[in-house]
């Protein structure tokens, strides 16, 4: 009876670590995916002419995106060694292999956001702002993110 209970004891407290393995990826999917949705449904989408130019729209975006990217390294600090259940990219484990680096990566972003924050007159400023951004998301990108279907 007692080994019962130690193993069922120890197949809970795994079973809880998987799923607060998996809590950590999903945040950080997530976070990614908040990114993205402003960066490509927002600001990509209307520089292109997809959806109509709203200074407004394309402000809250960058507000948006420029709160999530700090929120980057504290929401990586955790490995969680697995994957979000069918998504399309999910994280490298070089992230956590070169910690450093990755973080070294949020701050060129941040500066690309300050410098075309506020400045956003119409499509073309638009247009050179989000390829300002897309250009230092795809710096880390390259590197950190995996395709996995």
């Known amino acids: 009876m007692k080994r019962t209970m130690i193993v069922a004891g ?5 079973a809880g670590a998987v799923m607060a393995q998996q809590e950590i990826a999903v945040q950080q999917d997530n976070l990614m995916k908040s990114i993205a ?9 209307m520089s292109k002419g997809d959806i109509p130019f709203d200074k407004k729209a394309a ?11 700090a929120k980057i390294a504290k929401t990586f600090e955790i490995n969680p060694k697995q994957d979000v259940v069918n998504a399309t990219y999910g994280s490298s484990q070089k992230i956590w ?3 450093a680096d990755f973080d070294s ?3 060129p972003v941040q500066k690309a956001i300050a410098d075309v924050k506020g400045k956003i007159k119409d ?12 250009d230092r998301c795809n710096e880390c990108h390259e590197t950190y993110r995996v395709k996995l279907k």
């Open 37 to 45: 949705k402003n960066q490509y449904g927002v600001l990509q989408k």
């Open 123 to 134: 499509v073309a400023s638009l247009k050179a702002a989000y390829n300002t951004i897309n």
């Open 105 to 107: 990566k949020i701050p």
């Open 97 to 99: 292999q070169n910690k």
């Open 10 to 14: 120890a197949l809970v407290l795994g």
């Open 59 to 69: 402000d809250q975006a960058i507000a948006s995106i420029e709160a999530d990217v």
